[in-house]
DNA sequence: AAAATCTGTGCAAACGTTCCCAAAAACGTC
DNA sequence: GACGTTTTTGGGAACGTTTGCACAGATTTT
């Protein structure tokens, strides 16, 4: 079961030549005559050669691909960075490997291990909920592994990272909440340790200090597993209903999904009495019952950002020194009218 | 930018060996002395030496990878597929590189070819709704990749298969439509040139026959593009809805989130009065609404049944002449109940 | 006319493995 | 102690590239 192709040495065999002057003329240097290179690249595209990459990386010591971590690919935000990142990662002949988390640290480490000694060339990461202890990314990095974070990204770490506009959004989601007359507002949100998380906490803070609402701590509920079990989500809605809230203000896909299942579930009486807005790139929020309003992520152009930084990075004469973090807006997209219990 | 490792050339100077033995030293070959395997094994674990991939894959002409090309990853059935696919394959050591055709064949076609370019060891495809020739894959074949087909196969092509039980899905679903007393039910589905296209619509037909409710050609709607575009589901819903269904059957996860849609675009007020079942492998479909009868699929499995599969093609130390077709069977999840227009 | 420069090409090493083959060391047998 | 066997090790080619260097021949400069 083998792979037979032409290699280079075969195309010199055939024109007599030597495969520095094929491997030259591929490569259009300058030093060989147009002759030559006519005739080589004709019979290369004859005998339909195609470059060994393995040889090539081997030689190069590169692998021209790159790692992404995510949490799942089966949430559309993700999906959608990848997409980004696969547009400009093509375009540069570069290619990827994707690896999931699952939200669990652990398979996090194991992964980024797996792919670093699958030698990619460079990675871009999105940390788990649980991750808090990033010293093996350190180690990587410091190695030489260029690394760009994306959406979760840690905070003490140079280089260069890609983000969505968190504040603000979640500022919007919760204004939106609060200017359709809601007061008694939830937040229920990821792991602490996430930066996303503190960043929208602060906008949902800002939104009710605005209109001189109360933070109260009781209705900020924390998922450290990012809504990965359907139970720690029934357990925060348990514990949030007695409380009243008239608004719930979520903060990841995961989450915002996550929750209203778990209302429906536990409480179906009260789902549709519940204003609800969430971070959510999901292509299918208009199918939701309850609808909601949702914060959607420029979720391709982080992929595409993230991407090009990686691939400077990768390909820097020198050590990059200067980072940039690239804050990229949200978008609200305010829930449908909705008719007395009709949900059109 | 470059990431220092140490290689077994480094460990063969330190420890005054040649490379061979410590090459056979650490894959734990016989003729090693135990005193030498652990000397070397403890070296090694001290600078924690990782084989680079590369180089062994040029020695060995393989890749310890395998390609996947689906439609796109932003949909639950195919991230659920790659999900048991992985799980399977990492297991054994292989890493995947994972593909979209976003329903395209040009798209499909420079895929797999980029992939089989990057030297993977074997593939494993679901065909793109616009596929009809499969000459290249035939191609790659005969040069000895080894293929599996999954969801969607060609007919004329010998080699593992992985299936649904699409006919008995089909069949259950369209005769829960008929036991809730629906009669006119319609079929909205994929493009002609699918296998999964054609034996849903036979279960679908079948269904229809034992109930003794007439087939009715204008019932059924292709859509070429497996509903990647908003306009075709808005075209085929247009054409229907003049013939006045009480029941539609849509047979693909893309089609039934995407009719839905479409429904709820241009006609909302008989969006609820129209039951609807389809394959879905939607997490989300708790959510919906309208609500509908849903036909899950074993991705997991098929991912996992699928690369057991290739993995055994690729190892083969003689060409695979047997070929299996594994079919499994589907999951009816009826919808919940439903009280007047309030949808829980 | 000799020296310097420019063009185009080839030789050979290198990237990090694996593995065939040979050689050295250790052991047993008569 | 000479010989055959077995065990353990090392040398070196090979996988398919890329590239520094050398060199031959043509062209220009002095």
Known sequence: MRFETSTIKDIAKALGLSTSTVSRALRDRYEISEETKKL??????KVNYRANPIARSLKERRSYSIGIIV????NNFFSQVINGIESIAYDKDYHVIISQSHESYKQEKLNVEHLASRSIDGLLI???SETQDIDYLRDLYSKGLPIVFFDRVPEDFETHKVIANNFKGSFDATEHLILSGKRTI????N???LSITKERLGGYKAALTKYHIEFKPELVKYCQHGGMHSAELEQAVKELLPLKPDGIFISSDRLTTGCIMAL???NPEVAHNIAISGFTNSNLVELFSPSLTSVKQPAFEMGQVATELLISMIEAKRPVTEFETKVLDTELVKMPKQVGNKFL
Request: glycine share 0%; hydrophobic share 45%; charged share 20%.
């Open 40 to 45: 080589v690249l004709a019979y290369a595209e």
């Open 71 to 74: 949490s799942e690919i089966a």
């Open 126 to 128: 999105a940390l788990s």
């Open 186 to 189: 939830a937040h229920l949100t």
């Open 191 to 193: 792991s602490e340790n």
């Open 264 to 266: 429906k579930k536990t």
